[in-house]
């Protein structure tokens, strides 16, 4: 009982220190202006994605809606971070309560578990409009599109709530520095003064289900999309079958890429700075290109864009 009621004080009373990129503090100033304007890109971009997938009705499948989900949930996925990291910058200090860690740990996996969900269920749209595309109105219905998005909310939010409580509940040691920009659980369990071993077991079950199996649903999804395209007697017929999930491929390119190496990878302190920078990528990098992606990539996106930003001028 003793020891509970220190882990409670501790709680209450005390938080972490995230030290961000100290080999650049002489630089905060800059940092917080180019970390400002790309927070100001990922939200105007994003909106303007989510915007035009509502207001036209060309856009009104089940491609778009699950970019529109895409769009939202990237906006909130950055504002998990970059705000207290911008804070951070314009402050110069790291500080954050131990709700306030528990809270943006919270956010961060929930967001990016159900973002690994979100980009397989990408991927099977993908699939059917190019392998099946007479019965792709049929099987790719609203009702279904629906059921997939709330069905990842439904499965990530208990399962993250797991995590974090059994993190927080950990006994920390008296240094409570994070070498990160964000409460990430890693760098979390490395500060903890008992055994993280159910820790482990339960992160890498996460990431398991959460992130490998989607990503193998992916792989096998392009596998049977290359063999279709590649039926296709035309070349302009197969660049043009391809063209509609290129986009799609840029961004699961971009977000698995980073947190792959992260996650996957063997931590040691030589390669704590390598991870924060990695962790850039699918934190802020990847938000920031997912609308360029679509808007290069995709002439429905481009035409909706041009109709919309004519209108309001």
């Known amino acids: 009982m003793p020891q509970r009621k220190g882990l409670e004080n501790h709680t209450v009373g005390s938080g972490f220190i995230l030290l961000g990129f100290p080999d650049h503090s002489s630089l905060q100033g800059l940092c917080f202006t180019v970390f400002l304007v790309i927070y100001l890109l990922i939200l105007t971009g994003n909106s303007l994605i989510a915007l035009i997938t509502v207001v036209d009705s060309s856009l009104h499948n089940a491609m778009y809606f699950f970019l529109r989900n895409l769009s939202i949930l ?32 919270y956010g961060l996996v929930l967001l990016g578990s159900i973002e690994c969900l979100l980009l397989a269920a990408m991927a099977y749209d993908r699939c059917i409009a190019i392998c099946d595309p007479l019965h792709y109105p049929l099987i790719m219905s609203r009702g279904l599109c629906t059921r997939l998005v709330v069905g990842s909310w439904v499965a990530v939010v208990p399962v993250q709530a797991g995590q974090t409580y059994q993190v927080f509940t950990l006994p920390f040691c008296a240094s409570h520095d994070l070498h990160h920009f964000f409460c990430d659980v890693p760098p979390l369990l490395e500060l903890a003064c008992a055994d993280t071993f159910w820790n482990q077991v339960m992160l890498y079950t996460i990431i398991l289900l959460f992130a490998i ?11 049977q999309i290359i063999r279709a395209i590649l039926k296709i007697p035309s070349g302009l017929g197969r660049h043009k079958a391809f063209s509609t999930c290129s986009s799609h491929l840029g961004v699961v390119t971009l977000f698995y890429g980073s947190a792959t190496v992260i996650y996957l990878k063997p931590r040691s302190k030589d390669s704590v700075d390598t991870d924060k920078y990695l962790a850039l990528f699918y934190t802020v990098v990847t938000p920031m290109f997912n609308p360029v992606i679509y808007s290069l990539r995709n002439k429905e996106v481009r035409i909706a864009l041009k109709s919309l930003l004519w209108t309001k001028s």
């Open 74 to 105: 990237e906006i909130c996925y950055t504002s998990v971070t970059l705000p207290k990291m911008l804070v951070g910058f314009l402050r110069a200090d790291g500080r954050i309560s131990f709700l306030g860690c528990a809270a943006q740990l």
């Open 213 to 223: 199996l989607p990503f193998s649903f992916i792989v096998t999804s392009y596998i």
